[in-house]
Each structure stands twice: as structure tokens, then as C-alpha cells.
């Protein structure tokens, strides 16, 4: 009888035992799945990430070959134009606007031709419009 109550003990406890095994598989399959689940989602973040700041670096250039054009003198200004870009600043639209600023000097005479200019760079991403704006002044060379 002694036997016997062992025999059924022992399947018991290889029942439970074995129960909890596949629970443990279950709970480490799902941790495992959330993990690669999250390292996909930042692999994902860091390669939009990197989009936006090529976008952003390509306006910022730009905007800086206009402000250099414009105080050569390169390009000629009117109160306010917009033109789309050519390569490598493709899909980007220039929007540049001119306004006359007032001043006096030190010998309280008006100061003429003194312009404050707005150049801004706009560009879809994402179906969201980006823009970037620089703003200086010029004063027309003799």
C-alpha cells in the first residue's frame, strides 16, 4: 500500500511540476516578444530621428547659401518673392520678404536702404509642413 501512495504522490508532483514549466515558457516567450517589440519601435524612432535632422541640416544650408548670395549682392531683392528649390534642396519652397526699417544715426540723419530681411524654408515631412526661418539686415553696398 506504501508503494502505491508513492506511485501517485510522484504523478502528482511531476504534473505540477511539468505545469509550471509551461508556464515559465509561456511568461519567457512573452517577455522575449515585448523586448524585440521594443528594440524594433527604437530602431524605428532612431531612424526618424535621423531623417529630421538631415531635413533640418539641408534647410539650415539653405538658408545659408541665400543670406550669403543676398549680401553679395549675388541676388537682387524684391519686398517679397517665393520660389521652390532645385537639387539638392529638392521639395523645399524659399519664401523671402524684404521690409524697409527706419533708423537714425548717431547725427540724428535717416539712415536709407537699411533693410531687415526674412528668408524662410518650408518642406513637407511626414505629411506635417516644417519650416525654418533666418532674419538679418542689409544695408545695400555704394
Do not use: H
Amino acid at each position: 500500500m506504501r508503494l502505491k501512495q508513492r506511485s501517485i504522490a510522484g504523478k502528482v508532483k511531476r504534473k505540477s511540476i511539468g505545469g509550471f514549466l509551461l508556464l515559465e515558457a509561456i511568461l519567457a516567450v512573452t517577455i522575449f516578444a515585448v523586448g524585440v517589440l521594443v528594440l524594433g519601435r527604437c530602431v524605428s524612432t532612431c531612424l526618424a530621428a535621423e531623417r529630421i535632422k538631415e531635413e533640418d541640416g539641408r534647410a539650415r544650408r539653405a538658408l545659408e547659401n541665400r543670406w550669403a548670395e543676398v549680401e553679395s549682392g549675388a541676388v537682387q531683392l524684391s519686398n517679397e518673392s517665393s520660389e521652390d528649390l532645385l537639387a539638392p534642396f529638392l521639395g523645399m519652397r524659399m519664401k523671402t520678404t524684404r521690409v524697409a526699417i527706419e533708423r537714425k544715426n548717431e547725427k540724428e540723419e535717416k539712415i536709407v536702404g537699411l533693410f531687415s530681411v526674412t528668408l524662410e524654408v518650408s518642406w513637407q515631412s511626414d505629411g506635417e509642413e516644417q519650416s525654418k526661418s533666418l532674419i538679418f539686415y542689409v544695408y545695400p553696398r555704394q
